[in-house]
């Protein structure tokens, strides 16, 4: 039997993510194993869970500049609180599922390290921790409108279903792409107080695109997770994950084109809309299934995806 790693052995980080961030150089060394369970220190994930929320408050505001009715401090407010509420919903998220997946993170290698199975916090921590994290999504939440708060409420079903899908299919990843995506309708919500086409649209391309990344970074848990019996889409699409991506990558931009025309995105949202296409053909390209290192590099790289179409959709916006 393998013996379970102490964090020690990382400087008190967790061996999948012995990062120098600086939650480590601001926050007390108790802090840091909740500091971990709320993955601060991988900045990474509230990333992704953000832009979908930034997309489709920039393409509400497209449209709602085309209607006459841009209100630009709107904007600017509903994209900080977009931006509070993703790092405390994906820190309540992560914490959820570290709860859930305590065992498993046990058995696996990448994961021994983490704060529950290392044993640096109990679950009853954990759980007040996740009710802290729930409370301030809860608070930014209650800055919208009504429907907004109902739809907000609704996620809370694919949130908590994500967890225990690796269990029962082999496709958890759109289980995660359905999370994660649900800020693609929130931005417009909160703009118009309905939903349209336009998020729809954008909702498809969000879990899509999700299911893509998430695809690529399950590759470096593939053996671990056949060795535990967790099902992902790694291991369903194999050494056709290029082929699953060109489609899965492809339905993204199609489904963007989509939103964009019914959002009357402006002309600069193509444009990041053209430069999307080729970061994520690359990826496609490059991508070496076999290689947990390059896996992980591009599974990050999206981050960067989600900012072009961000900053494509802003200077539609202005330009």
């Not at 981050?303 to 961000?310: E, I, K, P, R």
């Amino acid at each position: 039997m393998t013996e379970k790693p102490n964090s020690d052995a990382f400087g008190g980080r967790v061996s999948d993510a012995p990062s120098d961030n600086f939650v480590y150089q601001v926050l007390p060394r108790a802090a840091w194993p909740y500091a971990q369970l709320a993955r601060w220190d991988r900045p990474i994930g509230w990333q992704l869970l953000m832009w979908p929320c930034f997309w489709s408050a920039a393409l509400a505001a497209n449209a709602a500049m085309d209607e006459g009715m841009f209100q630009p401090w709107q904007l600017i407010s509903h994209l900080v609180l977009f931006f509070i509420g993703a790092v405390a919903m994906r820190g309540a998220g992560c914490t959820y599922n570290d709860l859930i997946d305590h065992e498993i993170d046990n058995e696996v290698a990448r994961t021994r390290s983490r704060p529950l199975p290392s044993g640096r916090v109990s679950r009853f921590e954990a759980k007040v921790f996740l009710a802290v994290q729930a409370l301030v999504g809860l608070v930014v939440l209650l800055q919208f409108n009504t429907f907004s708060i109902l739809l907000g409420i609704a996620s809370l079903l694919v949130v908590a279903i994500y967890p225990f899908a690796k269990r029962f299919t082999d496709w958890p990843q759109f289980f995660l792409g359905l999370a994660f995506s649900w800020g693609a309708l929130m931005g417009w919500a909160g703009v118009f107080g309905s939903l349209s086409w336009a998020p729809i649209w954008l909702y498809a391309a969000a879990v899509a695109w999700t299911i893509g990344y998430d695809t690529i970074y399950a590759h470096q848990d593939k053996e671990d997770d056949a060795l535990v019996g967790v099902r992902s889409t790694a291991r369903l699409f194999g050494d056709n994950t290029k082929a699953w991506l060109i489609g899965l990558y492809g339905l993204t931009l199609v489904f963007l084109l989509f939103a964009y025309i019914a959002g009357d995105a402006g002309l600069f949202a193509y444009v990041g809309l053209i430069a999307a296409t080729v970061m994520l053909a690359w990826q496609i390209l490059i991508i070496d299934i076999d290689n947990p290192d390059q896996c992980l590099k591009l599974f990050k790289f999206n981050t960067q995806v989600g900012a072009v179409l961000f900053g494509g959709l802003i200077l539609g916006l202005i330009l």
